[in-house]
């Protein structure tokens, strides 16, 4: 799982899961009520009011099968990319993005202005991860990470959220009603974990509250400040469909070396190199046309029949959700809204979309 953000593509992309399972303790661990005890005693420890805490673990008497289940419920075989895109941006999609995207252009350029983010790009992400606002999770966020920090296999990761969300609700951020999301703990309509919601949600609408569930100015911000962070440069591309022939993978596979990282993505894309260097090897764009002459690198990302020619901005989506399926997936929504860029030819330049 990514530090920050979940967007679960893999669940997405699931075959039916696995029969139930439940967490049972590790031979270290006490029985459960024992180690919401404990729990109870780090969050005061930290500064959580007592208050907070009791009315947070209220009713919390043991962990839920369900999330566990979630939990252990691995793809066991996926999509392509090409597929995964072909099935997740449907005409019917596109069309409510676009339908939203003329709802909100306002904000959404007044958002984009202050970040420095494209606001396609920004309704992209909330496309994503909420379906333009129709989904922000209604499970209750701390009973879901009392059972995933209690399950020994993520237990020191999922400890950490459940402790910061505690604090999101000692902040007054959100009511505890409010506070729901994933069976993971990803919130609101920016699926934002905990720790980053305390890190990168923005107010806004100057309410007093970082409301990523319910206010479109918070959400834009959020996701923009998040995306800012992490490197997003106003005014540059995140990438573009590339033809590769089959000469071309070969030479590609021989001289361009595969990036590293703790990120399972970032090691299935290549290494940046000028766009010169793709011509070299072979690389077109759709229909045999030439790559712009321009003084910008890229990395190769294939997936199936389909590969993509990405730019820096590129590694701020996958901090988003480290995943191609879901990167791919926002810069091409992004390119089917009114306000894409045209060309990588000039990368600091907005113009429409052209396919």
Same mark, same amino acid.
């Given at each position: 799982?990514? $530090?920050?953000?979940?967007?679960?593509? *893999?669940? &997405?992309?699931?075959? !039916?899961? =696995? @029969? #139930?399972?439940?967490?049972?303790?590790?031979?270290?661990?006490?029985?459960?009520?024992?180690?919401?005890?404990?729990?109870?005693?780090?969050?005061?420890?930290?500064?959580?009011?007592?208050?907070?805490?009791?009315?947070?673990?209220?009713?919390?008497?043991?962990?839920?099968?369900?999330?566990?289940?979630?939990?252990?419920?691995?793809?066991?075989?996926?999509?392509?990319?090409?597929?995964?895109?072909?099935?997740?941006?449907?005409?019917?999609?596109?069309?409510?993005?676009?339908?939203?995207?003329?709802?909100?252009?306002?904000?959404?350029?007044?958002?984009?202005?202050?970040?420095?983010?494209?606001?396609?790009?920004?309704?992209?992400?909330?496309?994503?991860?909420?379906?333009?606002?129709?989904?922000?999770?209604? $499970?209750?966020?701390?009973?879901?990470? *009392?059972? &995933?920090?209690?399950? !020994?296999? =993520? @237990? #020191?990761?999922?400890?950490?959220?459940?402790?910061?969300?505690?604090?999101?609700?000692?902040?007054?951020?959100?009511?505890?009603?409010?506070?729901?999301?994933?069976?993971?703990?990803?919130?609101?309509?920016?699926?934002?974990?905990?720790?980053?919601?305390?890190?990168?949600?923005?107010?806004?609408?100057?309410?007093?509250?970082?409301?990523?569930?319910?206010?479109?100015?918070?959400?834009?911000?959020?996701?923009?400040?998040?995306?800012?962070?992490?490197?997003?440069?106003?005014?540059?591309?995140?990438?573009?469909?590339?033809?590769?022939?089959?000469?071309?993978?070969?030479?590609?596979?021989?001289?361009?070396?595969?990036?590293?990282?703790?990120?399972?993505?970032?090691?299935?894309?290549?290494?940046?190199?000028?766009?010169?260097?793709?011509?070299?090897?072979?690389?077109?764009?759709?229909?045999?046309?030439?790559?712009?002459?321009?003084?910008?690198?890229?990395?190769?990302?294939?997936?199936?029949?389909?590969?993509?020619?990405?730019?820096?901005?590129?590694?701020?989506?996958?901090?988003?959700?480290?995943?191609?399926?879901?990167?791919?997936?926002?810069?091409?929504?992004?390119?089917?809204?009114?306000?894409?860029?045209?060309?990588?030819?000039?990368?600091?330049?907005?113009?429409?979309?052209?396919?």
């Amino acid at each position: 799982m990514r $530090r920050h953000v979940f967007a679960l593509v *893999a669940l &997405l992309l699931a075959v !039916p899961a =696995r @029969a #139930a399972q439940t967490a049972e303790p590790a031979p270290d661990r006490p029985p459960f009520a024992e180690w919401l005890a404990g729990l109870r005693t780090e969050a005061i420890r930290r500064g959580v009011r007592a208050e907070i805490v009791d009315q947070a673990l209220a009713g919390i008497e043991e962990p839920q099968p369900i999330i566990i289940e979630r939990d252990r419920s691995q793809a066991e075989a996926v999509l392509s990319l090409e597929q995964y895109v072909k099935r997740r941006l449907t005409r019917k999609f596109v069309r409510t993005g676009r339908e939203m995207y003329g709802r909100y252009r306002g904000l959404l350029d007044q958002v984009g202005r202050k970040y420095g983010v494209s606001p396609s790009i920004i309704a992209g992400v909330w496309g994503m991860e909420s379906n333009f606002g129709k989904f922000s999770g209604v $499970r209750p966020t701390i009973p879901a990470l *009392a059972t &995933l920090a209690y399950d !020994p296999r =993520r @237990a #020191a990761f999922f400890r950490g959220e459940l402790l910061q969300a505690l604090e999101i609700l000692n902040r007054g951020d959100a009511t505890l009603d409010e506070l729901r999301g994933s069976w993971a703990g990803a919130m609101g309509q920016t699926q934002f974990m905990p720790s980053a919601y305390l890190k990168f949600a923005e107010d806004f609408d100057g309410d007093g509250r970082r409301d990523i569930w319910s206010s479109p100015s918070d959400v834009f911000a959020s996701i923009a400040n998040y995306l800012k962070v992490h490197g997003w440069k106003d005014g540059q591309l995140w990438g573009r469909q590339v033809a590769v022939s089959r000469t071309a993978a070969r030479r590609i596979a021989a001289d361009v070396p595969r990036r590293g990282g703790t990120c399972q993505a970032t090691r299935d894309m290549t290494i940046p190199r000028p766009l010169a260097d793709w011509t070299r090897l072979g690389v077109r764009l759709p229909r045999g046309r030439p790559l712009p002459h321009a003084a910008i690198e890229a990395s190769l990302v294939s997936g199936g029949t389909t590969h993509y020619l990405v730019y820096a901005n590129y590694d701020a989506l996958l901090d988003y959700n480290c995943a191609h399926a879901y990167a791919v997936s926002v810069g091409l929504l992004a390119d089917r809204l009114p306000s894409a860029p045209a060309s990588a030819a000039t990368p600091t330049r907005r113009a429409p979309a052209r396919r």
